[in-house]
């Protein structure tokens, strides 16, 4: 009988102990989700008056960071403001190209298509838009076989 009055304490002892632990948790996370309510605190120091320190560029740093950026040709997005810096036919085909592609893999011809450009001259915007027909051309073929950038797509069984 002793030891049923013994393994009954036990239990009921790690009952409460279980008990008093959950508790513990959930006043610590209502604790800490009150504190994270508070607005935040400014800085006492402006951040305009922050010193930054300068950094001269020594000669022998510039040499070499710099040569290897020279040979680096700029590539616009299709987003960028400003004069696109490929040459028309080049910019019209890849514009075409990847307009093409997007509308073939979806199976509608001429979807996306736009041939107008920011070009001025009157030449470019010709040999942009000649380049934009010939890109879209192929674009669209590679879309519907399912191949990008004159590429066989991954999921290809091989024999």
Not at 32 to 51: E, F, G, Q, W, Y
Not at 128 to 138: K, L, N, S
Request: net charge negative; aromatic share 6%.
């Amino acid at each position: 009988m002793q030891e049923n009055k013994t393994t009954n304490n036990n239990s009921t002892l790690g009952i409460k102990l279980i008990i008093l632990i959950g508790i513990a948790i959930i006043a610590g996370i209502v604790l800490l989700k009150t504190l994270s309510n508070r607005p935040p605190v400014r800085p006492t120091v402006p951040s305009d008056s922050i010193a930054i320190p300068d950094l001269p560029v020594t000669p022998e740093d510039s040499s070499t960071s710099l040569s290897a950026t020279d040979s680096l040709r700029p590539v616009a997005v299709s987003d960028t403001v400003g004069i696109d810096p490929r040459p028309p036919f080049e910019a019209g085909y890849e514009d075409g190209y990847l307009s093409g592609l997007d509308d073939g893999r979806v199976h509608k011809e001429k979807a996306t298509y736009d041939e107008s450009s920011a070009f001025r001259r009157e030449e470019d915007q010709k040999a942009y838009a000649a380049g934009y027909r010939e890109g879209y051309a192929i674009g669209y073929k590679d879309g519907l076989n399912g191949n990008e950038f004159n590429m066989s797509p991954p999921n290809e069984e091989k024999n």
